[in-house]
């Protein structure tokens, strides 16, 4: 998917909703454990609940790899079930990889062309020769940890480093590499006093910002310094919609929230 029908679904659907499919069994409606795979049924019922108001959706891999091949079986029938039936969601893998160059090719591979996933979040530590084979694949992208919404993002990220914050470093030197253009970068939306700051060096570039919900952060700050012309956000809340309810009415619970959410983003869009 190219940005530019990213832009136009954020328009038609007056969203930049994108749900987070975190699934613990521990947290799913217990009718759903007598089925023979709760992981995909939890996530389904989700999904069609939720398609039209958010514009895209984030498994977070590790909820899938907890439960081994059954788990990955799950990943595989979700990222399907999406591309099927709501071909224009923007999917992302929330996988955080990236290694030496060979290896992060076979991640690239198995995420981007044998999932098929529109896009995957990769770590920058390892550098240029660790993310350029993410960015070779065609009208795919590649998310780039930049700023994360956890405590631990003091430790490292914003030390200074050459007199500037180690985060800056990475989108700065990032913007240099091959098929730069296939970059978007994670900021967390506990971060939003950065977003002035890091719309300076990314002025144009898709930002996934996971930490509104359960974390804490706010919608209207973010907004408020992180959007661009093309709205360039891509708001994302895993529990705080996915687990509203974990009664029989948990996908209308989970709608109720992901429809908070839109509410708020199309007052946000009128308003810019
Ligand atoms: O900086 C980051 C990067 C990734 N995440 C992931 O996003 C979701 C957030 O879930 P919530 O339930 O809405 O808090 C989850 O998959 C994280 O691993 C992040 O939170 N911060």
Known sequence: MTTKQLYNQI?????????????DLNKIPQH?????????????????????LCVS????????????????????????????????????ADAKRGDIGNTSTMYAKAFLEDLNFDSVTVAPYMGKDSVEPFLA?????TILLALTSNEGAFDFQTQQVNDKPMYQTVLETSKTWKKSENLMYVVGATKAE???????????????????GAQGGSLEDVCKFGMNKQVGLLINSSRGIIYASN?????????????????????ILEQN
């Open 32 to 52: 759903l454990l007598t089925t023979e795979d709760p992981i995909f049924e939890f996530n389904k019922a989700i999904i069609d609940a939720t398609h039209d």
């Open 137 to 141: 694949f065609e009208n795919k992208h």
């Open 194 to 212: 950065y977003f002035k700051e890091i719309r300076n060096i990314v002025p144009d570039s898709f930002l996934l910002v996971p930490g509104v």
């Open 11 to 23: 328009q038609q659907k007056k969203s930049f909703l994108c749900v987070g499919l975190d699934v």
């Open 57 to 92: 959706y984030k498994p977070n891999t590790a909820f899938y790899e907890a439960y081994g091949l059954k788990g990955w079986q799950s990943l595989e029938k979700t990222i399907n079930y999406i591309n099927e039936n709501y071909p224009d969601i923007f999917t992302i």
């Open 247 to 267: 009664q029989k009415d948990f996908a209308e619970a989970a709608r109720n929230e992901a429809l908070k959410l839109q509410r708020a983003m199309a007052i």
